[in-house]
């Protein structure tokens, strides 16, 4: 469902990719025309102003919702699939990004623990993974995200904004900046605690635009953020699905 035919990555500081289309027009077109209304989400406005809706956020509202809507429904077991994982891992791997882990399925962890015992290498240990994604609002009166490095059990990260041609002004910002500590000591963040707008350089940033993926390896640097929205009209939201692939 989704496609990453027109990935392509940025290596430095870190791994980020982009695909320009990620979606069929038409699936991508019914997803935006079904988004949940913004009054099912919980609102966190000691993060920014955003307003979230997941399965750790608002999950009852979010099962209901989700249950109820044919186009999202579908996404969802597209997600929870285990062909999603190993898929994604694949094209990882194929954009020199190997994170060393099998996918769900069980015959490859038996293969993989095959050759160690056949090596006499120790068993292998892999964590379980899952996928998840949750809907994601901020109004551009202001609304951002400060630079961080994603939740130690993330692996991959997924931001695709939700929007109509024609329907945001670039002047507004919203896009995902990759940011640097300006005090080196501060880089090395595993434990993906915050700095603030003052603290880090703005390196470069990926404009929000309809139907794109961006892609973020999940490492101890891989800082980013949404510098705060210069918009005058509270009404208006910058609407994101962010998927994430994590470990357990």
Known sequence: MIRFDELSFDYEPYPIGLARTAFDESVYRELVDNLPP??????????????????V??????????????PWRAFYDFIKSPAFITNTLAVLRAHECDLGLPGPGLSERLYLRARALKRG????????????????????????????????KKL???????????????????GT??????????????????????EVDQLKTF???????LVFIKTNNS??????????????????????????
Request: charged residues 20%; proline residues 9%; hydrophobic residues 35%.
């Open 177 to 198: 900046t990759v940011v640097w500590p300006r005090d080196r000591t501060r880089i090395f963040n595993r434990m993906n605690h915050y700095l603030g707008f003052d």
């Open 121 to 152: 290498n120790p068993l292998p240990h892999f964590p379980r993974l899952k996928a998840r994604f949750e809907f994601s609002a901020m109004p551009i009166t202001g609304g951002n995200i400060l630079p961080h490095t994603d939740h130690p």
């Open 223 to 248: 800082w980013h953020a949404v510098l705060p929205m210069t918009g005058d009209d509270p009404a208006i939201l910058r609407n994101t699905l962010t998927i994430n692939i994590e470990s357990s």
């Open 38 to 55: 913004v009054e099912l989400y919980e609102h966190k406005p000691d993060k920014g102003g955003k307003y979230s809706l997941s399965q």
């Open 57 to 70: 956020n608002h999950p009852r509202q979010y099962r209901d919702f989700v249950a109820r809507s044919r």
């Open 156 to 174: 991959v990260t997924m931001v695709i904004p939700l929007l109509r041609e024609g329907e945001w002004n670039h002047a507004w910002g919203g």
């Open 207 to 213: 404009a929000f635009e309809p139907n794109q993926c």
